[in-house]
């Protein structure tokens, strides 16, 4: 596997040589200052971008910025910067030798509505008018409020958004669907999952991270059937300067340690970036009376990175990613034997712009996840699983005009899954899909998108997801309502496991199981100003055939299949509010509650966690240019949820686990502009759950992280 991987990272390291003696016509030049209005000082590494080109630099340490080669046109001139305001200009090169000074003053922003997203749509669309509402966390809050992992990020920013972990992973939920219903996507591709539908949340890298987009609700008619409950795209950030570097390190409790490098490139031809990642923990329990079993076991991982994109024109951009991922886990049990993982990801991808309102872009993905149990006498692996997808992409996006847009895709799809678990140990799916999707403007302030997507599964057939959504704009508010159909196929795990484990008990797929499908309404309601964002969500899920396992019990044995067991109600609203109070301090929270039906039994449905809720206070003051302290108290809320058990009579209870909060305090200071320091305690209270396991955290830890960068 590894030489696999350095194979690839050599033949990128060779790429860029072919593109060296490429040759750039036109010497049009677009230069300026970028500064802050409220303190009219130079905002160094605001990001500048020529729309609809593949165009785009960062101000330097005095706000000055500066595009060569620029062809004759109209185009739009974009700079954004953490804190502000997105500014957009319009501007005009006549000739070939002309040169435009440029100059921005960028207000400050609570919320940056301006700021591009881009997994509502599939296409850079300002967040202010995406067709469903869509939250943001950037790289720059994972950092102040000290995230460690994808999973922390999510669960203490999010509400709504909730872990359970157990012996398979992490098993996210999200307006109360689990990991089969939520697409998780890396820079808009598809992650192979482990063994019980859920990915290595351990192979996301935070400090590689410039933002997470998070769509809840049906997003079928865009990405297919995995994203029936919500999509959450993690996007990783790009080299901006000629070069640059960075390392951090953090350490905590039960010698948790966090190592980070990444050495990066930009120049107009070609852009380069290497990331690597190293992660381990001792583990704890919080089970002592049974010392065989710890409740996060020993464990260490390793990724490599590399990134590469050539820009030959203005108007042609190619990439190329790759990576390798190892993560060992050390079982506290006597047995020589533990689980050894390995990721493998190879893309590629071509953008190419006819003209700033009109692109088509050419992609092939393919992402493999291995798991092997490896003995530690014989020092050998023997293979358990392996999950893969291949994806080919073909998209094209016009703008008929400012008041009209197209969207037309084409995918292919390919799933593998190999395993000693399910039937004859290797099956394979493939999918044909094609989608539309069409913005219009109707009327001065009301906007709507409508969007179909086809898929041709190889072994379901055929199904049409269809999507229409409101926007009126009349700001500061906001009001959109919308409808999706979801449609899930099966899992091949859901169709085919058959897991005899040690005769213990036994987990059986069914392989005539009926995909499953959602009605999705929504509506929200947004206030927005630059120092206050305020929105209520409001949605309900219908679900017809729902997946499940039922348990039954025979000679003390019990066996688990995988049955369409019952239609679905889920309800609920979402509230979320920001606000920046003044001198450096500002609000944020939010809150989710969810109603939950399993129309078959009128019961509520097991797992489902009605009530969460975030808190979040952030202090931040500037000593002097290159000196910035900043303060940030977090609550995470979770209401309970009500968990199924069977007794010794072989009958089903249900119980109630018991709610909790878990606060977290950072300190983050900055210090002659490369040099980073943050402190903190986790879980301040000390909570811990040794009954329900609705929780598995250790109790309080400190953490400290060291983090220098280089531009």
Same mark, same amino acid.
């Not at 044909?432 to 009301?446: D, N, T, V, Y």
């Given at each position: +596997?590894? %030489?696999?991987?350095?194979?690839?990272?050599?033949?990128?390291?060779?790429?860029?040589?072919?593109?060296?003696?490429? #040759?750039?016509?036109?010497?049009?030049?677009?230069?300026?200052?970028?500064?802050?209005?409220?303190?009219?000082? $130079?905002?160094?590494?605001?990001?500048?971008?020529?729309?609809?080109?593949?165009?785009?630099?960062?101000?330097?340490?005095?706000?000055a910025?500066?595009?060569a080669?620029?062809?004759?046109?109209?185009?739009?001139?974009?700079?954004?910067?953490?804190?502000?305001?997105?500014?957009?200009?319009?501007?005009?090169?006549?000739?070939?030798?002309?040169?435009?000074?440029?100059?921005?003053?960028?207000?400050?922003? @609570?919320?940056?509505?301006?700021?591009?997203?881009?997994?509502?749509?599939?296409?850079?669309?300002?967040?202010?008018?995406?067709?469903?509402?869509?939250?943001?966390?950037?790289?720059?809050?994972?950092?102040?409020?000290g995230?460690?992992?994808?999973?922390?990020?999510?669960?203490?920013?999010?509400?709504?958004?909730?872990?359970?972990?157990?012996?398979?992973?992490?098993?996210?939920?999200?307006?109360?669907?689990?990991?089969?219903?939520?697409?998780?996507?890396?820079?808009?591709?598809?992650?192979?999952q482990?063994?019980?539908?859920?990915?290595?949340?351990?192979?996301?890298?935070?400090?590689?991270?410039?933002?997470?987009?998070?769509?809840?609700?049906?997003?079928?008619? /865009?990405?297919?059937s995995?994203?029936?409950?919500?999509?959450?795209?993690?996007?990783?950030?790009?080299?901006?300067?000629?070069?640059?570097?960075?390392?951090?390190?953090?350490?905590?409790?039960?010698?948790?340690?966090?190592?980070?490098? +990444?050495?990066?490139?930009?120049?107009?031809?070609?852009?380069?970036?290497?990331?690597i990642?190293?992660?381990?923990?001792?583990?704890?329990?919080?089970? $002592?009376?049974?010392?065989?079993?710890?409740?996060?076991?020993?464990f #260490?991982?390793?990724?490599?990175?590399?990134?590469? %994109?050539?820009?030959?024109?203005?108007?042609?951009?190619?990439?190329? @990613?790759?990576?390798?991922?190892?993560?060992?886990?050390?079982?506290?049990?006597?047995?020589?034997q533990?689980?050894?993982?390995?990721?493998?990801?190879?893309?590629?991808?071509?953008?190419?712009?006819?003209?700033?309102?009109?692109s088509?872009?050419?992609?092939?993905?393919?992402?493999?996840?291995?798991?092997?149990?490896?003995?530690?006498?014989?020092?050998?692996?023997?293979?358990?699983?392996?999950? %893969?997808?291949d994806?080919?992409?073909?998209?094209?996006?016009?703008?008929?005009?400012?008041?009209?847009?197209?969207?037309?895709?084409?995918?292919?799809?390919?799933?593998?899954?190999?395993?000693?678990?399910?039937?004859?140990g290797?099956?394979?799916?493939?999918?044909?899909?094609?989608?539309?999707q069409?913005?219009? @403007?109707?009327?001065?302030?009301?906007?709507?998108?409508?969007?179909?997507?086809?898929?041709?599964?190889?072994?379901?057939?055929?199904?049409?997801?269809p999507?229409?959504?409101?926007?009126?704009?009349?700001? $500061?508010?906001?009001?959109?309502?919308?409808?999706?159909?979801?449609?899930?196929? $099966?899992?091949?795990?859901? /169709?085919?496991?058959?897991?005899?484990?040690?005769?213990?008990?036994?987990?059986?797929?069914?392989?005539?199981?009926?995909?499953?499908?959602?009605?999705?309404?929504?509506g929200?309601?947004?206030?927005?100003?630059? %120092?206050?964002?305020?929105?209520?969500?409001?949605?309900?899920?219908?679900?017809?055939?729902?997946?499940?396992?039922?348990?039954?019990?025979?000679?003390?044995?019990?066996?688990?299949?995988?049955?369409?067991?019952?239609?679905?109600?889920?309800?609920?609203?979402?509230?979320?509010?920001?606000?920046?109070?003044?001198?450096?301090?500002?609000?944020?929270?939010?809150?989710s509650?969810?109603?939950?039906?399993?129309?078959?039994?009128?019961?509520?449905? #097991?797992?489902?966690?009605?009530?969460?809720?975030?808190?979040?206070?952030?202090y931040?003051?500037?000593?002097?240019?290159?000196?910035?302290?900043t303060?940030?108290?977090?609550?995470?809320?979770?209401?309970?949820?009500?968990?199924?058990?069977?007794?010794?009579?072989?009958?089903?209870?249900?119980?109630?686990?018991?709610?909790?909060?878990?606060?977290?305090?950072?300190?983050?200071?900055?210090?002659?502009?490369?040099?980073?320091?943050t402190?903190?305690?986790?879980?301040?209270f000390?909570?811990?759950?040794?009954?329900?396991?609705?929780?598995?955290?250790?109790?309080?830890?400190?953490?400290?992280?060291?983090?220098?960068?280089?531009?």
């Amino acid at each position: +596997m590894l %030489r696999r991987f350095l194979f690839v990272m050599c033949i990128l390291g060779l790429l860029p040589s072919s593109v060296q003696g490429a #040759e750039v016509h036109g010497t049009g030049a677009i230069h300026g200052h970028v500064i802050a209005k409220d303190s009219e000082s $130079p905002i160094v590494g605001a990001m500048i971008s020529l729309m609809g080109t593949t165009y785009g630099t960062v101000s330097d340490e005095n706000g000055a910025f500066w595009l060569a080669h620029v062809h004759p046109g109209t185009y739009t001139l974009r700079v954004s910067y953490l804190g502000y305001k997105t500014h957009e200009k319009q501007v005009h090169l006549k000739n070939a030798s002309d040169t435009l000074a440029i100059e921005f003053s960028l207000k400050p922003a @609570q919320v940056d509505i301006d700021a591009i997203v881009v997994t509502a749509t599939r296409q850079e669309t300002a967040l202010k008018d995406v067709p469903q509402l869509t939250e943001v966390i950037t790289g720059e809050e994972l950092q102040v409020t000290g995230a460690v992992t994808v999973q922390d990020a999510l669960e203490m920013n999010i509400p709504g958004i909730e872990f359970s972990p157990d012996s398979h992973g992490a098993n996210i939920q999200m307006q109360g669907l689990g990991s089969d219903y939520i697409l998780i996507l890396l820079d808009g591709e598809r992650l192979a999952q482990q063994d019980r539908s859920n990915i290595d949340f351990n192979r996301l890298n935070t400090s590689d991270i410039e933002r997470i987009e998070v769509t809840k609700g049906s997003a079928s008619s /865009l990405y297919g059937s995995n994203a029936i409950g919500g999509v959450i795209n993690i996007i990783t950030k790009k080299p901006q300067y000629p070069l640059e570097a960075s390392a951090s390190y953090r350490i905590s409790k039960y010698g948790e340690q966090n190592i980070n490098g +990444m050495l990066g490139t930009k120049s107009d031809l070609w852009s380069a970036k290497l990331t690597i990642n190293k992660k381990q923990s001792d583990g704890y329990d919080l089970t $002592p009376e049974t010392p065989t079993s710890y409740t996060q076991e020993k464990f #260490e991982d390793l990724s490599l990175t590399p990134w590469l %994109r050539m820009t030959p024109s203005d108007k042609l951009q190619l990439d190329f @990613q790759g990576n390798y991922y190892q993560y060992e886990r050390f079982d506290a049990t006597t047995i020589p034997q533990h689980p050894r993982n390995y990721g493998f990801t190879l893309g590629s991808s071509a953008n190419y712009y006819f003209s700033p309102e009109q692109s088509l872009k050419l992609s092939w993905h393919t992402d493999q996840y291995e798991q092997y149990d490896y003995y530690e006498r014989l020092d050998e692996e023997e293979l358990s699983a392996i999950h %893969r997808y291949d994806n080919a992409k073909l998209i094209f996006a016009t703008g008929f005009s400012k008041t009209h847009a197209l969207t037309l895709g084409g995918e292919f799809l390919r799933e593998k899954l190999v395993s000693d678990r399910i039937t004859n140990g290797r099956k394979t799916t493939q999918n044909w899909i094609g989608f539309a999707q069409e913005e219009i @403007q109707l009327i001065e302030k009301l906007r709507t998108v409508a969007g179909v997507q086809f898929v041709h599964h190889s072994t379901f057939g055929s199904h049409v997801s269809p999507r229409v959504s409101l926007l009126y704009q009349d700001l $500061p508010f906001n009001i959109r309502l919308g409808y999706s159909h979801g449609f899930r196929t $099966p899992t091949l795990k859901e /169709l085919y496991m058959d897991w005899d484990h040690f005769g213990m008990f036994f987990i059986e797929g069914t392989s005539d199981l009926e995909p499953e499908t959602s009605n999705y309404f929504t509506g929200s309601l947004e206030f927005i100003t630059e %120092r206050l964002n305020a929105s209520i969500l409001l949605y309900h899920n219908s679900l017809k055939n729902m997946i499940a396992t039922v348990t039954t019990t025979e000679d003390g044995i019990s066996t688990e299949t995988y049955k369409n067991v019952s239609d679905a109600r889920l309800q609920g609203f979402d509230l979320l509010l920001k606000v920046g109070i003044g001198r450096g301090l500002s609000l944020s929270g939010g809150y989710s509650f969810v109603d939950s039906k399993d129309l078959e039994t009128d019961l509520e449905i #097991e797992g489902v966690i009605r009530h969460t809720a975030r808190l979040r206070a952030e202090y931040n003051y500037l000593f002097s240019r290159g000196f910035n302290l900043t303060l940030a108290l977090q609550g995470k809320y979770n209401g309970g949820m009500i968990y199924e058990s069977v007794n010794d009579d072989g009958e089903v209870e249900r119980e109630n686990y018991r709610p909790y909060w878990n606060w977290r305090l950072t300190a983050s200071q900055q210090l002659f502009a490369s040099i980073t320091f943050t402190a903190g305690v986790d879980n301040i209270f000390d909570y811990t759950d040794t009954v329900d396991f609705s929780t598995i955290t250790p109790g309080r830890r400190f953490f400290s992280v060291i983090q220098y960068s280089f531009n």
